[in-house]
């Protein structure tokens, strides 16, 4: 099954323009080695209802099966990335979230730190990853193997296709 992809850069600086994206042009890059083909890549500002809206919307979108966050899953009062992610999944994927945290903690004592969440909506994977470069970069590792089988099963294939 072909991962068709959206990136979704959540940041105020990056947004108003004040930083460049490194975390979604990184994790495009990522997308694309893996064989996914990335048909939207966009910034927006941290503000909980618009990003909903967002993701929502790259959910919907018959073209899209994979929506991949980078930033806002953090501390920081501005970081609603896992609120408006629950707001608009149908069911949450805990395991994917708990693996990243689980396998970059042994690079990372902040890993612990991450409140990323993961789930489905309309035939959808939504995936929440960090706003680092390097975060994105460990946290997809972690991901990659399973991404074609879950987008696979999400979309009524035969759980024989597992890797």
Do not use: Q, W, Y
Not at 85 to 111: H, Q, Y
Not at 143 to 161: C, F, N, S
Request: proline share 6%.
């Amino acid at each position: 099954m072909e991962i068709r992809a959206a990136v979704l850069t959540v940041s105020d600086r990056s947004a108003r323009g004040e930083r460049a994206d490194e975390s979604g042009a990184v994790l495009a890059g990522l997308l694309r080695e893996a064989g996914a083909l990335v048909v939207a890549r966009e910034v927006v500002s941290d503000e909980l209802e618009p990003l909903a809206a967002r993701l929502r919307e790259l959910a919907d979108r018959e073209d899209v099966n994979l929506v991949v966050t980078t930033g806002g899953t953090g501390l920081s009062p501005r970081d609603n990335t896992p609120e408006a992610t629950r707001a608009v999944v149908e069911r949450e994927v805990p395991g994917i979230s708990e693996a990243m945290r689980a396998e970059t903690l042994r690079l990372t004592p902040t890993a612990m730190l991450s409140r990323a969440v993961c789930g489905v909506r309309s035939g959808a994977l939504v995936v929440n990853l960090p706003g680092s470069p390097k975060g994105v970069r460990e946290c997809f590792a972690v991901i990659r193997p399973v991404l074609t089988h879950a987008v696979a099963v999400i979309a009524g294939g035969a759980h024989e296709t597992s890797p």
